[in-house]
Structures are given as structure tokens and as C-alpha cells.
């Protein structure tokens, strides 16, 4: 198995800043691993949501996480700006692997990259459906 790389900006079609926090750092000293996973689901969520993709309080179709990893590289640590890449890596019917890179701000190399996938389902009844056509319009924007 090959090991994994720190990826480079132009791997990303759309950053989006993160600001950390006080609470972020571990008795380390830098950020713990947990809050990466934070800044994944809140860059994917507020993307989809500022796009009028996803509806997370009266939508019928909302997206569950069913898998995700992370590969750290460097320690980030407050106070320091962050910036996320986004792209996505699949599309299938009710299915999408979101894949992030984690930069200091002004970087040219990840300090962390990894994904999640989400399997959207119907909101009432948690069975996966098709994606929505508004959401697959957002989602083709950042294939990479």
C-alpha cells in the first residue's frame, strides 16, 4: 500500500475558511483529531445549504454519513486560520464521497485530507431514494 501524500490547492475546486478554536487544541497542543471531522461535515453541510441544495429542517431528503477517514500530515493548532478544499469524488444514485483537504491558511500543501460519504435518504422513513435534481446540480459543480 502506497502511503498517503499531502495534496496540493489546485486538487480542490472550492475552499472554504474555518476558524478554530480555543476548544479545538487537545493536551497536545494542536487540534485534535475529532474536530476534523467537524470541518468536514460543516463545509460539506453549509455548501449544500447555502446552494439551496439541502433543506435540514423541512427537506425530505437529508444525508447520513456511512463512512469516513482522515490522513494527518502536518498539526494545526489555535489560533490559526484554516481553509477547506472540497471536491467531490462520486456520484452515484443515492450516494456521494465527498474528499477534503485541510490547509493552514496560505499553504500550498494539506495538513490533513481524507472523506466521508453521505447516502441520502428520505427524511421520514431513513431509506436511501435517488438524489434530488438540485442537489446532484450542486454536487457535478465540484467534481474533481
Partial sequence: MTR????????YPLFRPITTRWSDNDAYGHVNN??????????????????EALD???????GLVVETHCNYFAPLAFPQAVELGMRVAHIGSSSVRYEL?????G???SA????????????ASRRPVPLPPALLSVLKGLLK
Avoid at 475529532?34 to 446552494?51: G, K, P, R, S
Avoid at 435540514?56 to 437529508?62: D, F, L, P, S
Avoid at 483537504?101 to 491558511?105: E, H
Wanted: glycine content about 6%.
Fill in 4 to 11: 498517503p501524500q499531502p495534496e496540493s490547492r489546485d486538487a
Fill in 34 to 51: 475529532v474536530i476534523y471531522y467537524h470541518w468536514f461535515d460543516t463545509a460539506v453541510n453549509a455548501h449544500l445549504i447555502e446552494q
Fill in 56 to 62: 435540514i429542517h423541512a427537506g425530505e431528503t437529508i
Fill in 101 to 105: 483537504g485541510v490547509f493552514a491558511q
Fill in 107 to 109: 499553504e500550498p500543501l
Fill in 112 to 123: 490533513a485530507s481524507g472523506h466521508f460519504v453521505h447516502v441520502y435518504v428520505d427524511s
